[in-house]
Structures are given as C-alpha cells and as structure tokens.
C-alpha cells in the first residue's frame, strides 16, 4: 500500500541548508528580484536542478496566519459523497472554501482543485489536509499555493 504524504514542522536550524536556499530562491522569483530561475538559483548558490526537486516540498509555516488562502489540488475517486466529504472536513476544521473546480472523471479519477481561506478561527491547516489525504479514495494531494 502507498504511503500518504506527511508534513512535518522543524525549526530553521534543522532544516537542510539546500532547502532554505530554494525557498530564498523561491522569494526572489515571487518578489520579482529574479526573472528567472537560472538568475535565482544563481543569486543563492543552488543548481537549478536542486531547485526544481524541491521546490513544490518546501514552503514556510503560514498555516494560521490571517487572511491567507491555501490552493490544494487532488485526484479522487468519482464516488458519491466524496467530494461532500472533503468539503465537510474543511468546514470542520471552520476554513472557508473560495474556490472548487472539480473536473470530468476520466476513468472513474477526478481531479478537484480547491481554494481555502484559513481564518483566524481555523483549526490546525496541517491536521486537516492529513484528514482529508486518508480518506478512502483520495489518491494524490498537494498544495499548489499559499498566498
């Protein structure tokens, strides 16, 4: 059986230099500071390929913070209730859904793209994409964006 992802919170000290470099790198693409991944890479000492290994596992912890939106995309399958199951979890956890876009199954798999505004009331972010990756038929779960 396929292990499911797992997110762990480390401190700054314990985290790979590598890694802290590509979310530097990271930064300097979002800010505009570099117009290029080359030119990123470059400006913090990585190889390019290291970045792109990395860079959709790492991320700062923003996960309670206020007012930020969370986009997660998953394959699931095309059952009855599920995608009901999902949106209850996140309204459990009290986020507020901004977005859904869910698309035709194509061999019984659909794959559903949801926006999330964490409040500052919501539950532990972290805890609730754990909750919903062990659903039965939830397939593949990343977090595409934390803005």
Same mark, same amino acid.
């Given at each position: 059986?396929?292990?499911?992802?797992?997110?762990?919170?480390? !401190?700054? #000290?314990?985290?790979?230099? @590598?890694?802290?470099?590509?979310? /530097?790198?990271?930064? %300097?693409?979002?800010?505009? $500071?570099?117009?290029?991944?080359?030119?990123?890479?470059?400006?913090?000492?990585?190889?390019?390929?290291?970045?792109?290994?990395?860079?959709?596992?790492?991320?700062?912890?923003?996960?309670?913070? !206020?007012? #930020?939106?969370?986009?997660? @995309?998953?394959?699931?399958?095309? /059952?009855?209730?599920? %995608?009901?199951?999902?949106? $209850?979890?996140?309204?459990?956890?009290?986020?507020?859904?901004?977005?859904?876009?869910?698309?035709?199954?194509?061999?019984?798999?659909?794959?559903?793209?949801?926006?999330?505004?964490?409040?500052?009331?919501? #539950?532990?972010?972290?805890?609730?994409?754990?909750?919903?990756?062990?659903?039965?038929?939830?397939?593949?779960?990343?977090?595409?964006?934390?803005?």
């Amino acid at each position: 059986m396929e292990e499911k992802t797992k997110y762990f919170v480390l !401190k700054k #000290k314990a985290v790979p230099e @590598v890694l802290l470099k590509v979310v /530097e790198a990271k930064k %300097l693409l979002e800010s505009g $500071r570099a117009e290029s991944v080359q030119e990123a890479t470059d400006m913090v000492g990585i190889s390019r390929s290291s970045f792109y290994k990395y860079k959709d596992d790492i991320f700062p912890f923003h996960d309670n913070a !206020k007012g #930020k939106t969370i986009t997660i @995309v998953m394959q699931m399958d095309d /059952e009855p209730g599920l %995608l009901s199951l999902v949106l $209850r979890i996140v309204a459990d956890f009290h986020a507020n859904i901004l977005t859904i876009h869910q698309s035709i199954p194509v061999n019984g798999i659909a794959s559903l793209t949801l926006s999330v505004d964490v409040l500052p009331d919501t #539950k532990n972010v972290s805890q609730m994409i754990e909750n919903i990756e062990q659903q039965e038929g939830i397939h593949y779960l990343k977090i595409l964006a934390r803005e």
